[in-house]
C-alpha cells in the first residue's frame, strides 16, 4: 500500500529554518514527481514545490522562492523541503502529494497525499 | 498564473439529490484538470482527474465534465458521506500548479 509520512513541522520563531521530511512507501518514489502542497487552517489550498520525476529538475512557487528548497534522497525514498527565513504567512499545513503519473510528463495531479505536518511562524 | 474561479463557495442538499460545483479557468487548459475532495481534519482526496476521468475505488456517483474553459464536478444521489468541501485544480500551466477556492458542501 502506498504511504506517505511527513515530520519535522513545529513551532519557529520568524526567520528561522525548519526541515520537513515526507517518507514514501509502496511506491517507485524515483519515478513520480512529488509536491508540496499548503493549507492555512479553514483556508484553501497552495502549491508550494514540485520535484521533477528525473530528479533534474524543481519548481517553487513565486511565495518561497529564494527561502525554501526541495530535494529528494532517493536511497531513503525521502522527500524534503527546507525552508528557510520563514515569514508568518508560511504558517499552515504542509502535506507531501505523490504524482499520478498518467501522462507521462511532470504536469502531473496528485493521487496520494500525506497527513500533514503543521508549521507555526510566530513572531 | 493560470486562474480557475470556484463557485458556488458553499451550498446546502438533501440526501438524494443532484449537485454541481464549476470551475472556470482564465485560460484554455485543455483537459489538466482535477478535482478533490477534502473532509475536516484529513488530506485532500483524488476524485476526478483528466477533467473526466474517475479516479479507481470513487463512487460513480460522481462525475466530471468539460466545456471550453468551463469545468463541472457532479454528485449524484448524495449522500452524508459527500459532507466535505471540494477543490478544483488546474496543472497545465504547471508551474505554478493552481487551485480553485474551495465549495463546501453540507447535507441537509
Known amino acids: 500500500e502506498v504511504h506517505l509520512v511527513e515530520s519535522g513541522g513545529g513551532l519557529v520563531q520568524t526567520g528561522g529554518s525548519l526541515r520537513l521530511s515526507c517518507v514514501a512507501s509502496?511506491?517507485?518514489?524515483?519515478?513520480?514527481?512529488m509536491t508540496w502542497v499548503r493549507q492555512v487552517p479553514g483556508k484553501g489550498l497552495e502549491w508550494v514545490a514540485t520535484m521533477s520525476r528525473n530528479g533534474v529538475s524543481n519548481y517553487l512557487s513565486e511565495s518561497v522562492k529564494g527561502r525554501f528548497v526541495i530535494s529528494r534522497d532517493t536511497s531513503k525514498d525521502t522527500l524534503l523541503l527546507q525552508m528557510n527565513n520563514l515569514r508568518g504567512d508560511d504558517t499552515a499545513m504542509y502535506y507531501c502529494?505523490?504524482?499520478?503519473?498518467?501522462?507521462?510528463?511532470?504536469?502531473?495531479?496528485?493521487?496520494?497525499w500525506g497527513h500533514g505536518t503543521m508549521v507555526t511562524v510566530y513572531s | 498564473a493560470i486562474r480557475v474561479t470556484q463557485s458556488p463557495s458553499s451550498l446546502s442538499a438533501s440526501e438524494g439529490d443532484t449537485v454541481s460545483i464549476t470551475c472556470r479557468a482564465s485560460?484554455?487548459?485543455?483537459?489538466?484538470l482535477a478535482w478533490f475532495q477534502q473532509k475536516p481534519g484529513k488530506a485532500p482526496q483524488l476524485l476526478i482527474y483528466d477533467a473526466s476521468t474517475l479516479q479507481p475505488g470513487v463512487p460513480l456517483r460522481f462525475s466530471g465534465s468539460r466545456s471550453g474553459t468551463d469545468f463541472t464536478l457532479s454528485i449524484s444521489d448524495l449522500q452524508s458521506e459527500d459532507s466535505a468541501t471540494y477543490y478544483c485544480?488546474?496543472?497545465?500551466?504547471?508551474?505554478?500548479?493552481?487551485f480553485g477556492q474551495g465549495t463546501r458542501l453540507e447535507i441537509k
Open positions: 509502496g511506491f517507485a518514489f524515483s519515478t513520480y514527481t
Open positions: 485544480q488546474q496543472y497545465y500551466g504547471f508551474p505554478p500548479i493552481t
Open positions: 485560460e484554455r487548459i485543455s483537459t489538466y
Open positions: 502529494a505523490k504524482g499520478l503519473g498518467y501522462n507521462g510528463y511532470d504536469i502531473d495531479t496528485f493521487d496520494v
